[in-house]
């Protein structure tokens, strides 16, 4: 049975990415003076409007409005959304995923298989920022979320530690809709056969500090990064979510992406009531959508998964 807050959770999936996205956009590539009010304030490597979302939730969205119709999400409405994003010219693209959409790849299929051929360094945090909607369409099916999440994720990114990130923490967000906790994360990590490599990172984020952390422009670091926000920050009600958002961008580097990982499972727990309402009021973003577009959307996407 779905208790009161169940639609406010759902809405919060996208509200509380785009809102740590945007929160953190203005301030990317830095680390804020600890002293340092954090707000929507805009500005930053892109000149962004205030309250304008970046590429994570745009490219949330992406899988968003493919997963609109459901029940489900096809992959080739995925990908040739990536595609449109892309061909928009955005501000902000991160590099493996500019490798991979720039051969504008016509279907799922052939989008992988550009992921699966590119070398070197592939465990970005691309792929991770733009996984909490997965978890909308899944609501039913915990193992099916799971599969997605790494279907998804393959999409762009063909790294090990980026598809257990985007599955652990779909789990995550899936679990906090239902259940209004953050245990999902542990819940998923005890049952992977990388349970020791993801527990020890966890507890990495609950004991360290951000300097343990710092490169999270890896998918690793982004996940420790918003982990350690989430769970070292006051959590005994909803100013939780703004808190630990704030704690993402004092962390520093890549703001925007730690904050729009952690604003999607905080979204989940708290709701989307919990994001302050002047910075509701102003997110917007590609393509053309308003922070209040983001509830319908989201309970959308859920009633056709159930």
């Not at 029940?71 to 040739?80: C, S, T």
Request: hydrophobic fraction near 45%; charge should be negative; glycine fraction near 10%.
């Amino acid at each position: 049975m779905q208790d009161a807050g169940f639609s406010d959770r759902v809405a919060g999936v996208l509200v509380g990415t785009a809102a740590g996205d945007a929160l953190g956009a203005g301030y990317e590539f830095t680390r804020p003076a600890p002293d340092a009010v954090i707000d929507m304030i805009g500005g930053g490597a892109f000149d962004w409007a205030p309250g304008e979302w970046t590429d994570d939730t745009s490219m949330a969205l992406a899988v968003a409005l493919a997963a609109m119709h459901g029940p489900g999400i096809d992959l080739d409405a995925v990908a040739a959304g990536f595609v449109r994003w892309y061909d928009s010219n955005p501000p902000d693209i991160g590099n493996q995923t500019r490798l991979v959409l720039s051969e504008r790849p016509g279907s799922a299929r052939a989008m992988q298989a550009q992921a699966m051929s590119l070398t070197g360094r592939t465990g970005g945090n691309g792929s991770l920022m733009r996984t909490a909607p997965v978890a909308l369409a899944y609501l039913d099916d915990a193992e099916e979320c799971i599969a997605a999440a790494g279907r998804i994720g393959l999409l762009t990114h063909h790294d090990e530690h980026a598809v257990e990130a985007c599955k652990l923490w779909t789990y995550a967000v899936r679990h906090a809709v239902l259940e209004a906790d953050f245990d999902g994360v542990r819940k998923y990590v005890s049952r992977s056969s990388h349970a020791e490599f993801w527990t020890d990172r966890l507890d990495e984020a609950e004991r360290g500090t951000p300097d343990d952390f710092a490169n999270n422009g890896w998918v690793v670091h982004a996940l420790q990064t918003a982990w350690w926000a989430i769970t070292t920050t006051e959590s005994s009600g909803p100013e939780h979510l703004p808190l630990a958002l704030a704690a993402c961008v004092r962390a520093g580097n890549d703001t925007d992406t730690t904050a729009a990982i952690a604003g999607g499972l905080l979204g989940a727990r708290w709701g989307a009531s919990a994001v302050p309402a002047p910075w509701r009021a102003i997110l917007h973003g590609y393509p053309g959508l308003t922070g209040a577009d983001l509830p319908d959307l989201a309970l959308r996407i859920a009633t056709n998964c159930r």
